[in-house]
C-alpha cells in the first residue's frame, strides 16, 4: 500500500521502500537527490574496512575545503549508520526544507546550511535512533534514487560523499549511478586488518573502473603530550606509502591520532590543498591483480611469523 509524497513532483521518481526504519508498511519513498553537473567535482570517500575514520575524514576535508575559500557541498550516503550530523556537532539530524517552485516547478530538497556548507544526510529522514531494517533490494533503490533526484545544490566547487563500509549492492549502485565523479579518495589505518581490506577495495575500483584520487593514512601514529611520536596498536605498522607507489596511486598525506583538533585540521588543510592539482587514476587490471596477490602473501607470511 502506497501513501501520497508531500512533494508531489516526485511521485514520477515512486518505489515502494518501508517506513522510516523498514520495520513497518511499505510507502513511496519521499528522498530523490542528484547533484547538478558543470564545475562541480564529486568525491567519494571509500573503504570497505569500517572504523578507519571516513566519516571524520569526510567531514573534515568538507570544512578544510570551505577554509580554503571553495564552496563545498556534504551529502552522507551511508543508509544504515548515517552519523553526518554528530561529525558536524548537530544536537539532532536536521529537517529538510523544501523549495517547491526550484527546478521550473518540480520542486527539490534545500540542503541544511551548516558552517557555510550544504549538508544533506539521510539521518534527516530516520532520525537518529532508529534501526535501519532495510533489505538490499531496497537498499539499491535508495542509492539509485540519491543520485538521480532533486536536491537544489548551489553552485558548487566540491560536492564530498560520505559512503558505508560496503562493497554490496548499495556502493554498486553508488557507482553505477553517479555522474561526472571526479574520483575515489582511501581512507585506510596502516595496520595488517585495514590494509588487508584496502586489498580488496582496490580490486573492488578495479573491476568497476573507478578513478582514484588518492589514499589518506588516517590515524598514522600517535602524538604524545609532550610531542613525542609512537605507534600505539598491538598491529605492526605497515608502509602504506609503498603499497601506493607500487599502485601508481597517490599518498595524499597522513593524520595523526590525536585529541588536539589544530593538529588535525592543519593535516587536513594540506590534503585539501592538494585535492585541485591531484590527478585521478584508473588501476590496470593485470598489474592490479599481481600487486594484490603479493601483498596479501605479504600480510599472511607477516601474520604467520607473529604465531
Known sequence: ?????????????????????????SIACPFLFSGRSGDMRKIVVASIKGGVGKT????????SL?????????????ITAPTGSEAFGLEKPPDWELDTAAEGGRGAIVPYNVEGIQF?????HFGQAPAVLWDEEKKIDAARQLLQG?????????????????????MQALYKY????HGVILVFQPTDMAVAD???????LKFKKVAILGLINNMSYCVSPSGESFWPFLSPKIDLAAICENFRIPLLGEIPLTPDRKVVDQALDQIASRLDGAKPVILKEDITKRLIREGKRKLLKAAVRRL
Open 1 to 25: 500500500m502506497k501513501r501520497e509524497f508531500w512533494l508531489t513532483a516526485f511521485s514520477l521518481y515512486s518505489v515502494t521502500i518501508p517506513h522510516k526504519n523498514g520495520a513497518s508498511k
Open 56 to 63: 571524520t575524514v569526510s567531514s573534515g576535508l568538507t570544512r
Open 66 to 78: 570551505k577554509r580554503l575559500g571553495y564552496r563545498v557541498g556534504y551529502l552522507d550516503v551511508d
Open 120 to 124: 544533506i544526510t539521510l539521518a534527516s
Open 150 to 170: 532533486v536536491v537544489a545544490w548551489r553552485d558548487l566547487d566540491w560536492l564530498i560523499l560520505d559512503t558505508p563500509p560496503s562493497s554490496s549492492g548499495e
Open 178 to 181: 553517479i555522474t561526472d565523479l
Open 198 to 204: 584496502l586489498y580488496r577495495t582496490l580490486d573492488f
